[in-house]
């Protein structure tokens, strides 16, 4: 019986794969038809070419294993243009290939509808486009949608280019990976985000969204190119290059930035991470040659003001590596009567020969030193304890990332007690005596690199 059940199960799911179809459209009367009659597993060819004004609704659903996938006749020669926009509205839908070009419209380009769930928006671009003060990518309140290999660049006018909604009931699990974001033009206040993720009256919200192995580059928007304003956010393996910015954990708590590349190429307004909130984790990070800081941990200010600045308490600072910085660690600064608490700052590697480790605005509470190395004229705090001053001795690879060689003086020197960091900023394992900085120098240790336009986007445009 059960053999009969099981054979029955798999002819099934055989029959439903045979019968997705393959549909291919010209206009938007085909489309919007195509789409009405959608089943799961169908596929939906757009053909290539010019496509003026077309509106994108995908009022549709597929299953698991079985999307409905609606994608380009070649990669990047479905061109849209003029007042073009793409909704989805449904579940388990794939769009990709699609190039969104010189768009002008009065609505958001890209919409994940609340309630679409488990949608993915891939192999695509929208180019040197403006809607006003609108987003171009706007994640609703869906559940694991996925945004990954796609360009996003060009954008001059207000507004935050990428908004991630959050919800208080569930958990999202959105996933923005492998993109550009590029060539943003410099705003005149708030509001020219690159990305934000939740809202100030969002920021409890534990929305567990996953940016990583993106390559931002010259988003000169504003201050913030990632504006967190949520909770549980993990932030990996990302490459900052030459952006008037930083990342800023703005708002919520228990966020995770881990393995980015911060590389200021000395441009004017170039940061690196600025800490707001509980229980962050900052650890694996590389940061060069930032006009601004390194590390910024600011005060609170005691207020019932959604907006305002939350008190610094529990995070950890860690197995970073900070290279000729104009300040490499910024403690207790800002406005604000709560001062940061109860964190460690450890095992860092620290090279500013000019100047000192830490600009101290306002001392801390309860703060643990411990396992650094600076190359510095003084480490800038009271009771240094927590610093040795050396030189690590770090050399510059043929990419320019510096990097310890085997007789530097991280090796084997890290304080222990920090097992829950197990590997370096290129996946290298940490077991055993550990090394202080980014990345350990044991034998035939990965030479990950930062990112570069080669490596991210739609594989159309490498």
């Given at each position: ?9 798999l002819?099934a ?11 291919t ?18 596929v ?23 999307p409905?996938t609606l ?8 061109v ?21 070009e ?9 919409v994940f509808?609340?309630?679409?769930d488990?949608?993915?928006f891939?192999?695509?671009a929208?180019?040197?486009?403006s809607?006003?003060?609108?987003n171009?990518?706007?994640m ?13 660049s ?15 009931e ?9 993109n550009f ?11 020219w985000e ?5 809202y ?13 192995w ?5 988003c ?7 504006s ?34 911060f ?5 004017p ?70 001062i940061?608490?109860?964190s ?19 001392a ?19 009771g ?11 050399a510059r ?9 085997a ?22 394992s940490?077991?055993?005596t550990?090394?202080?900085?980014a ?24």
């Open positions: 019986m059960i053999r009969a059940l099981t054979a029955a199960v002819f799911q055989a029959a439903a794969t045979s019968f997705a179809a393959t549909i459209v010209g206009n938007q009367t085909e489309l919007d038809a195509a789409i009405g009659r959608a089943a799961p597993g169908d939906i060819v757009l053909r290539n070419g010019q496509w003026t004004n077309t509106a994108i609704r995908l009022n549709c659903s597929g299953a698991e294993g079985r409905i994608k380009a006749g070649s990669g990047g020669q479905v849209l243009t003029g007042a073009s926009s793409l909704d989805f509205n449904g579940d388990w839908l794939v769009v990709e290939g699609l190039k969104f010189k768009l002008k419209s009065d609505r958001v380009f890209v509808e609340d309630g679409a488990h949608c993915r891939s192999d695509s929208i180019l040197d486009s809607n006003g003060s609108r171009w990518v706007h609703r309140r869906g559940l694991s949608n996925r945004v990954d290999h796609c360009r996003f060009g954008m001059s006018h207000r507004g935050v280019q990428f908004q991630v909604e959050t919800e208080h569930r958990t999202n699990y959105h996933r923005i990976d492998r974001f590029g060539n943003r033009a410099r705003g005149n206040g708030n509001g690159t990305i934000r993720i939740g100030s009256h969002q920021q409890t919200n534990f929305a567990g969204a996953i940016v990583e993106n390559l931002f580059y010259k000169d928007g504003e201050n913030e190119i990632i967190n304003k949520s909770t549980g956010n993990r932030i990996l393996h990302n490459t900052f290059r030459e952006n008037r910015g930083e990342l800023t954990l703005r708002h919520g708590d228990k966020a995770w930035v881990e393995g980015n590349w590389i200021g190429n000395d441009v307004g170039s940061g690196g991470v600025r800490i707001i909130g509980s229980d962050h984790v900052v650890v694996n990070n590389y940061f060069s040659n930032l006009r601004t800081y390194a590390i910024l941990v600011r005060k609170g200010v005691d207020t019932t003001n959604v907006r305002s600045y939350t008190q610094v308490k529990n995070a950890l600072v860690a197995f970073n590596t900070i290279v000729d910085c104009r300040t490499p660690f910024v403690i207790g600064s800002g406005r604000g009567t709560l940061p608490a109860d460690r700052i450890a095992n860092n590697v620290i090279v500013n020969p000019d100047g000192a480790a830490i600009n101290q605005d306002t801390p509470t309860n703060f643990v030193y411990e396992g650094n190395l600076a190359l510095c004229k003084s480490v800038g705090i009271e240094s304890s927590g610093f040795m001053l050396a030189d690590p001795k770090l690879d043929w990419e320019g990332v510096c990097r310890p060689p007789s530097s003086p991280v090796r084997n020197a890290a304080m222990a007690g920090y097992e829950q960091i197990a590997r370096d900023i290129s996946g290298n940490r077991a055993g550990r090394d202080i900085g990345q350990v120098t044991s034998a035939g240790a990965a030479a990950r690199a930062p990112l570069t336009e080669r490596g991210v986007g739609p594989s159309w445009m490498q």
